[in-house]
């Protein structure tokens, strides 16, 4: 009872700091090792791996001590008693060894298989619960059914072909023993009527031996046990293996001088290979201060480009200047609390809009909330909820809708107070009249920050200080409104496409 419990406390034990270990190292991940996993690989791994490991530590911990203990008493009991018997011993271990190596090998690529599957299983679950709206508003119930059904089916049967074999271990073992005892009756017959040996002695060995067999019918679970949860192992010692590829640099600068930004003939490629850059030869000098528009096609690198500012990623030629300092210079976490980014995706937390955009500035009080949600013109609908800043957000701000979701975002990036504001197609969800009053308010309110604007209307930059065309990973031209629309016929392209005349812009 004692040992059970004792067990059961380590291995949870065990199971909380291998889960801490494995979430703390995630949060240490850049970009480029989080592209390397995907999220429903990472949750299975610190779920269902982790508890494949923990069952197997709470089994080590109860059997592996005290069986080969009860086998290593038995066997030199047995090996003293009588020598002759215990040479049963050196064919029957022996055949038992084999036939275990061999169980282990062909079931590991099994159970490898099988977590693997698990990733797929948990992704397809995930994407379903996330997108259930539009697997409703397109009748694609029964298609979600099939393709949950397939990867199901496919761990079943994975699953049901290792356990069979693994069935195999208590026959086996079975088998051996009930041999060895019959060779050692025979054995002993001779010895005894012979006078070589006593019939009290014959019981004594065959007790031995049956305590030798069964220590070594428990060792052989814990070591199918720990066949399954190997696999489990590698998977987890893979993620705990996994290097950051951005050193964060604690010795380095801690603070920016101002918001300037030099981009210095980058190159950038997600795979590290030359051959594959989005980005190629970027050379870009933007003053502290100002306000930069970022156009482009789909797939231009706008993105790319402004995720190299606060060293998501790191560049693969070239170098990024931040404040005169190239990016490397600088702490990781020192750089990043200069600078606010609003992704694509506006992502909130469960919890109330306040806690939300309390990410910004843990300190910020009330009055703080309020200008923030000011400059993002969301001050307005907030106030509108029962509870206004009190108002509890779902998962994934599932109760409000995606243009608040985009203003909240910025409202939160807005507290950090940054030198450099890096807003990527924040607003696509927000209507015209609002994105206008979100540009003037911060044009108004944030004039020493340096603000990037990746935006698709050409409303949303057209009073920059200047705008960058990408096209295909390289500067296609930068000017202010009025040069680019005199001067580039892409600009004009992109401007006429948009709604506006010869007429209106001569106005």
Not at 140 to 169: C, G, P
Not at 334 to 348: D, F, P, T
């Amino acid at each position: 009872m004692l040992s059970g419990h004792f067990a059961a406390r380590a291995s949870t034990g065990f199971a909380r700091n291998v889960r801490q270990s494995l979430f703390h190292t995630v949060q240490g991940f850049s970009f480029s090792n989080i592209d390397t996993f995907s999220t429903a690989s990472l949750v299975t791994r610190m779920t269902a791996d982790v508890t494949n490991v923990q069952r197997s530590y709470q089994m080590l911990t109860r059997i592996a001590v005290r069986s080969p203990a009860l086998l290593t008493f038995a066997f030199f009991m047995a090996l003293n008693l009588n020598k002759t018997l215990s040479l049963v011993y050196v064919v029957s271990i022996p055949v038992l060894a084999i036939g275990l190596f061999l169980l282990i090998r062909t079931v590991y690529p099994y159970f490898g298989r099988v977590f693997k599957t698990y990733d797929r299983l948990n992704l397809v679950v995930q994407e379903n619960i996330r997108g259930i709206r539009v697997v409703k508003s397109f009748v694609r119930e029964d298609h979600e059914k099939e393709k949950f059904n397939a990867v199901s089916q496919s761990i079943y049967k994975d699953f049901s072909t290792a356990e069979k074999i693994i069935a195999l271990n208590s026959p086996m073992m079975q088998s051996t023993m009930y041999f060895s005892l019959i060779a050692i009756s025979l054995i002993a017959s001779y010895l005894i009527v012979g006078g070589r040996m006593t019939t009290g002695q014959l019981m004594s060995f065959v007790s031995y031996t049956s305590q030798i067999l069964m220590s070594l019918m428990m060792l052989s679970m814990v070591i199918v046990m720990l066949t399954i949860s190997r696999a489990s192992a590698d998977r987890i010692e893979e993620v705990l293996r996994e290097q950051p590829t951005i050193d964060e640099n604690l010795g380095g600068l801690e603070g920016l001088e101002d918001g300037s930004i030099v981009f210095e003939n980058v190159s950038f490629s997600y795979t590290g290979k030359s051959d594959q850059n989005c980005l190629k030869g970027i050379n870009l000098e933007i003053p502290a201060g100002s306000t930069v528009g970022v156009l482009g096609a789909t797939g231009s690198g706008k993105t790319s480009l402004v995720q190299l500012i606060p060293r998501l990623y790191d560049v693969t030629e070239g170098r990024v200047l931040v404040g005169g300092h190239d990016v490397r210079e600088y702490q990781t976490k020192a750089l990043r609390k200069e600078i606010g980014m609003v992704l694509q995706k506006s992502v909130l937390f469960s919890g109330t809009i306040a806690e939300n955009l309390r990410w910004g500035d843990s300190q910020a009080t009330d009055e703080d909330l309020v200008w923030a949600a000011n400059i993002a013109q969301a001050h307005r609908f907030i106030t509108s909820f029962p509870n206004g800043y009190d108002n509890h957000i779902e998962q994934d701000g599932a109760n409000v809708s995606g243009g608040q979701r985009q203003r909240l975002s910025i409202a939160r990036a807005l507290l950090k107070r940054p030198k450099i504001l890096i807003l990527d197609d924040s607003t696509s969800a927000v209507d015209t009249k609002t994105n206008a009053e979100i540009q003037k308010a911060l044009k108004n309110d944030l004039n020493d920050s340096t603000k990037l604007i990746i935006a698709q209307r050409v409303a949303s930059v057209k009073e920059a200080d200047q705008i960058i065309i990408l096209d295909e990973g390289q500067v296609h031209a930068v000017g202010t409104h009025e040069h680019l629309l005199a001067t580039c016929q892409r600009y004009q392209e992109l401007y006429a496409s948009q709604g506006h005349g010869d007429k209106e812009e001569a106005v």
